[in-house]
């Protein structure tokens, strides 16, 4: 059976993280769902429009493997003030799935509890300014510490989707992928 992705999206999200992922995750045979926080299309901080499959709460009861967190400013603070999110991460955490995050939206897995007692990164300075003591911050571009998965930033989006495949199908399909996008494959 396929794994599904549900990857929300609000007004002001980074594109470039948003579509990286969605892009690569369905290169990779992986189900991706678009949520929109609220229903019809949705504009991302450079202003591109993305039409979502869904609106959030159309999907709120539906089974995910992951949920993946795009970051971008505001986008990031719009899913952070959203309880629905809040409500939807915590549940993956408990049925031990995947929650992932990019950019700013690293703070809004902390806001929801996920990363205590964790190592995470973020975009500089996010995670810092929320003086979590029991948060190993790291500089790397992509951190994976038990089923949560923290990334930078645009930069590293790419990196972070090809992590995310080879957690949900395997290193054999992320290096398929990877080769066709004419990367080399990962060492």
Do not use: W
Not at 27 to 47: C, N, Y
Not at 110 to 125: I, K, N, Q, V
Not at 129 to 141: E, Y
């Amino acid at each position: 059976m396929s794994k599904r992705v549900l990857v929300p999206l609000a007004e002001g999200f980074e594109e470039l993280e948003a579509v990286t992922v969605i892009d690569l995750l369905r290169r990779a045979g992986i189900e991706v769902v678009t949520a929109g926080l609220q229903p019809g299309p949705v504009r991302g901080s450079r202003g591109t429009v993305i039409v979502p499959d869904v609106s959030l709460d159309q999907v709120l009861d539906e089974d995910f493997d992951m949920v993946v967190l795009p970051g971008g400013l505001p986008g990031a603070d719009h899913l952070n003030e959203d309880p629905r999110i809040r409500q939807l991460l915590r549940r993956m955490a408990d049925s031990g799935r995947y929650t992932a995050a990019i950019c700013a939206a690293p703070k809004v897995l902390a806001t929801a509890g996920l990363l205590s007692g964790r190592e995470a990164t973020s975009y500089p300075g996010v995670l810092e300014a929320l003086k979590l003591p029991d948060v190993r911050l790291s500089p790397r571009p992509v951190v994976v510490d038990g089923t949560v998965v923290t990334s930078r930033g645009p930069g590293t989006a790419m990196d972070f989707a090809l992590e995310l495949i080879e957690r949900l199908a395997g290193r054999e399909v992320r290096e398929k992928v990877e080769t066709a996008l004419q990367r080399p494959a990962a060492a």
